[in-house]
């Protein structure tokens, strides 16, 4: 007899750890965690520089946490710790470098494909995939012979180079803040004033604009980008041209609707999924985290989702599956 899981949470980023820590918590067991990379919390480990303060009030929204992960202001590190703690602790087995790749209905169950070829069969489905698998990239083309040096992060960043920081956000400001001391930086953001980010950061950003440590290129827009001797020619729309030779795209990530469809999401008449208060998409389908909202999300959100999708959506459904058997 082929065994069926309760639930199957594709994705183990806050969201995914938060809803399989919950699921123990709340006596449901009999749950599969899959993980495409070789580790939990790939979008932490990979777009998170080293140290970088972590802010449970991402972006100044102030989130009171309703689940049992207690996620403070701490790191990246603290942050990659309390998860691998929260997973070690509920004795949950995470499926590692294992990719899902559609997830079928059939009938009252789901069948979840997996990029093993193995195939598992669970009652409902949780998507808590995150937005950076698919990070947004500049409308003009990049020239390939530069593609390795247009980045999404500053892994690659070797110091002594002139970097170009593109972004509006957190991550924009951030990453400038980070690499300022080591490079040449310039930062450019298409509108005059930066309302998107913590203020914190937007101070950071000032300070060093003012001691010149950092160059500010704001209210204007980069129109064509073209190798000029293995470097970035860079035409901006107000008739500057300038060199670098390294861009940083900050730009986030977008919500990855091809992939939503083929596991069984229900899109609106716009393309867009779209979720209940209980983050439900469709009988058994629930969406957790950054995929499940329209706009950018935060780790205390996805912890959210996950403790509601388990005590008032599972939870409460087989609840009421119980009593009216
Ligand atoms: C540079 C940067 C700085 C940030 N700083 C903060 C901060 O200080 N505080 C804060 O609260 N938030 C911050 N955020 C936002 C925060 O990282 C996200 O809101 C949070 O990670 C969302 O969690 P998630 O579980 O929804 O998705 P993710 O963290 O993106 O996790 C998704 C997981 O799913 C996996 N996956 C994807 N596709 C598949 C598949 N097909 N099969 C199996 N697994 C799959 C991925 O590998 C990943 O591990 C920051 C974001 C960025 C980019």
Redesign the pocket.
């Given at each position: 007899m082929r065994k069926i899981y309760d639930i199957a949470i594709?994705?183990?980023?806050?969201?995914?750890i938060a809803t399989s820590c919950e699921a123990i918590i709340f006596g449901v067991e009999n749950i599969l965690l899959?993980?495409?990379?070789d580790n939990?919390?790939?979008?932490?480990r990979k777009?998170?520089n080293d140290n970088?303060?972590?802010?449970?009030d991402?972006k100044g929204i102030k989130v009171e946490l309703e689940g049992h992960i207690d996620f403070k202001d701490g790191t990246k590190e603290t942050t990659l710790d309390l998860f691998e703690d929260s997973l070690e602790k509920k004795l949950i087995d995470a499926k590692f470098n294992?990719?899902?790749?559609k997830v079928i209905r059939v009938k009252d169950k789901f069948k979840v494909f997996t990029s093993t070829n193995d195939i598992y069969y669970a009652k409902n489905i949780v998507i808590?995939?995150?937005?950076?698998?698919k990070p947004n990239k500049p409308s003009y083309k990049i020239p390939s012979s530069l593609r390795s040096r247009a980045n999404h992060t500053i892994a690659d960043c070797k110091g002594n180079e002139d970097v170009l920081v593109v972004g509006g956000g957190?991550?924009a400001c951030?990453y400038a803040y980070f690499i300022h001391q080591d490079n040449r930086v310039t930062f450019n953001y298409r509108r005059d004033e930066i309302t998107k980010a913590h203020p914190k950061n937007v101070k950071n950003l000032m300070n060093c604009a003012e001691d010149k440590e950092i160059e500010l290129k704001l209210g204007i827009d980069i129109e064509k980008v073209e190798d000029e001797n293995g470097k970035f020619k860079v035409y901006y729309t107000n008739g500057e041209i300038s060199k670098y030779d390294r861009i940083i795209y900050?730009l986030g990530g977008v919500t990855p609707k091809e992939?939503l469809e083929s596991c069984s999401v229900v899109l609106d008449e716009k393309g867009n999924p779209f979720v209940n208060e209980k983050n439900l998409n469709s009988q058994g389908v629930y969406l957790?985290?950054?995929?499940a909202g329209s706009i950018?999300?935060?780790?205390?959100?996805?912890l959210n989702h996950g403790y509601n999708i388990i005590k008032d959506g599972v939870v409460y459904s087989e609840h009421h599956e119980a009593q009216s058997a």
């Open positions: 594709i994705g183990a980023g806050p969201a995914g899959f993980e495409k990379s939990h919390s790939e979008t932490i777009y998170f970088k303060p972590v802010d449970k991402w294992t990719e899902i790749s808590a995939i995150g937005k950076m698998g957190d991550s951030e900050a992939f957790a985290g950054d995929v950018g999300g935060s780790i205390a959100l996805a």
